[in-house]
């Protein structure tokens, strides 16, 4: 079993930035990847982000070149920091682990809001 708590949500101003937070009661040994998924009213669940227990990463095109995914192992923690943030960024972020075992599990989400 994997516990994650997500932190770092709210409101902010179109351009503005917010950094998530998503800390995992497992150790960074048992988790193959961690992912930041979002979805907004109406609208499925979207990959955001993903960052891999070898370092390497992949984004959505929506975010490539103002959101960047990364880790802190001593922490088992994941972050992703969203700068110049858009209207359409509006949505629940969760976090995501995905275990060497092959087991999900997700946060239980974090609103960000974009103001116009």
């Known amino acids: 079993q994997v516990q994650l708590v997500e932190s770092g949500g709210g409101l902010v101003q179109v351009g503005g930035s917010l950094r998530l937070s998503c800390a995992a009661s497992?150790?960074?040994?048992?988790?193959?990847?961690l992912a930041w998924y979002r979805q907004a009213p109406g609208e499925q669940r979207e990959l955001v982000a993903r960052?891999?227990?070898?370092?390497?990463?992949n984004y959505a095109d929506s975010v490539k070149g103002r959101f960047t995914i990364s880790t802190d192992n001593a922490k088992n923690t994941v972050y992703l920091q969203m700068n110049n943030l858009k209207p359409e960024d509006t949505a629940v972020y969760y976090c995501?682990?995905?275990?060497?075992?092959?087991?999900?599990?997700w946060g239980q989400g974090a609103q960000v809001t974009v103001s116009s």
């Open positions: 995501n682990a995905l275990t060497y075992s092959n087991s999900n599990y």
């Open positions: 497992a150790s960074s040994s048992r988790i193959a990847a």
């Open positions: 960052i891999f227990s070898f370092g390497g990463t």
